[in-house]
């Protein structure tokens, strides 16, 4: 990336399933990641639970999910907070960039979530997914669709990144430069002032 401004990334937030569906390359793919996010020495956040990545590695993990041992046990450090949306916004605050691997409806949430919110300008982290053998190739249509129907602006798809190999997708984090929507770019989101500093998603006009 020669002549390019690399973006400092020291945690990354993967969203990924529950399951480890039907294709092992995406099992491939995670652990592989993994690897690329050690030897970059990038430290991992994630939703908890038992999942074998590579490198420092935090869990934040909703109390629920703890009970009878549901997800098993977390790798690395665990935070537990008491809704998912508390769990969200932890992830948001820690992180550096986020990355999505193939998953359900709790990875399109989540990853769909950090990209509203970029576009609300609440946060200026680069976002991208990981479209091992073609997975989010629909999705991405779809969001391409968007845009062609005007409901999604140019600007705002320059959001989502996507890339085929995890080393391809790091890099374009890195290189990842923010461009507000001049608009919505006037919205002040103010920190609450609680001990625990939560963030105040109260917009302020």
């Not at 652990?31 to 935090?58: E, P, S, T």
Request: include cysteine.
């Amino acid at each position: 990336m020669e002549g390019v401004l690399v973006r400092k990334i020291k945690k990354i937030c993967v969203f990924c399933g529950a399951n480890s569906g039907k294709d092992v390359a995406f099992v491939n793919a995670a652990f592989h990641l993994g690897k690329v996010l050690g030897k970059r020495k990038i430290d991992l956040v994630y939703g908890g639970g038992k999942l074998g990545l590579m490198g420092q590695v935090l869990g934040i993990i909703p109390s629920a999910f703890t009970i009878n041992n549901l997800v098993g046990e977390t790798c690395g450090k665990e935070i537990k907070v008491a809704t998912m949306q508390e769990r969200l916004v932890m992830m948001m605050e820690l992180s550096d960039a986020f990355i999505a691997l193939p998953g359900g409806f709790g990875t399109l949430e989540e990853l769909f979530q950090m990209i509203s919110w970029a576009q609300l300008n609440i946060h200026n982290k680069p976002i991208g997914v990981l479209n091992i053998n073609g997975f989010f190739n629909g999705l991405l249509s779809f969001v391409d669709h968007a845009v062609k129907q005007e409901f999604i602006t140019p600007r705002a798809r320059k959001i989502l990144i996507s890339a085929t190999t995890a080393d391809e997708l790091v890099d374009k984090l890195q290189a990842f430069r923010f461009e507000p929507d001049p608009a919505l770019s006037k919205l002040k989101w103010s920190p609450s002032s609680s001990q625990k500093e939560k963030l105040d998603l109260t917009l302020r006009l």
